[in-house]
T-cell receptor, first 113, second 114 residues
Framework: AQSVTQLDSQVPVFEEAPVELRCNYS??????LFWYVQYPNQGLQLLLK??????LVKGINGFEAEFNKSQTSFHLRKPSVHISDTAEYFC???????????FGKGTTLSVSS | DTAVSQTPKYLVTQMGNDKSIKCEQN?????MYWYKQDSKKFLKIMFS???????INETVPNRFSPKSPDKAHLNLHINSLELGDSAVYFC?????????????FGPGTRLTVL
């Protein structure tokens, strides 16, 4: 069975600072990896996804993530955050032959000035 | 244009009542989903439908019954509501059946059972 662990429940940072949101997964089969963002009182929006190929994936809003198979990690990074990046971030996996996303418990990113 | 829409956005009701949440997608997708987000923001799949056929039912109580009249709609009917059903329910859709297809989420329906 697959599972996802987001290592930090809350990450407070100052505006223009770099940020890394950590995600580890466990699976005995190949998976696809995703990061979604949820702004307050809204639905989820896809930031980026890893399917295969290059391990560095670039997404929207300046975010990127690196797939590390040996460490079973898929950490999300942004070199300089904005106030508007304040939101809940979810890491998720999907099996190659499956459909539903399995989510981590989320990381609250709080950006202050 | 809203890709995935849900109605209502907020739903407050008493224990024991029956209620429905509607979901519609205009993306032409074949697969639709219902997820439940609890008070700790944990998201979990409830159901998945592909071309109106149920393909995932994640040990959800029988009080929850999804209905798909066509592939653009997936409604969720809940009987005999309980306090523990209070949550935000998200509908989503994707093009295919397999993992890598991006899922597009609706804005959510916040259900409060009193």
């Amino acid at each position: 069975a697959q599972s996802v662990t987001q290592l930090d429940s809350q990450v407070p940072v100052f505006e223009e600072a770099p940020v890394e949101l950590r995600c580890n997964y466990s699976s005995s089969v190949s998976v696809y990896l995703f990061w979604y963002v949820q702004y307050p009182n809204q639905g989820l929006q896809l930031l980026l996804k890893y399917l295969s190929g290059s391990t560095l994936v670039k997404g929207i809003n300046g975010f990127e993530a690196e797939f590390n198979k040996s460490q079973t990690s898929f950490h999300l990074r942004k070199p300089s955050v904005h106030i508007s990046d304040t939101a809940e971030y979810f890491c998720a996996v999907a099996r190659q032959a499956g459909t539903a996303l399995i989510f981590g418990k989320g990381t609250t990113l709080s950006v202050s000035s | 244009d809203t890709a995935v829409s849900q109605t209502p956005k907020y739903l407050v009701t008493q224990m024991g009542n029956d209620k429905s949440i509607k979901c519609e997608q205009n993306l032409g997708h074949d697969t639709m989903y219902w997820y439940k987000q609890d008070s700790k923001k944990f998201l979990k799949i409830m159901f998945s439908y592909n071309n109106k056929e149920l393909i995932i039912n994640e040990t959800v109580p029988n009080r929850f019954s999804p209905k798909s009249p066509d592939k653009a709609h997936l409604n969720l009917h809940i009987n005999s509501l309980e306090l523990g059903d209070s949550a935000v329910y998200f509908c989503a859709s994707s093009q295919g059946v397999f993992g890598p297809d991006t899922q597009y989420f609706g804005p959510g329906t916040r259900l409060t059972v009193l």
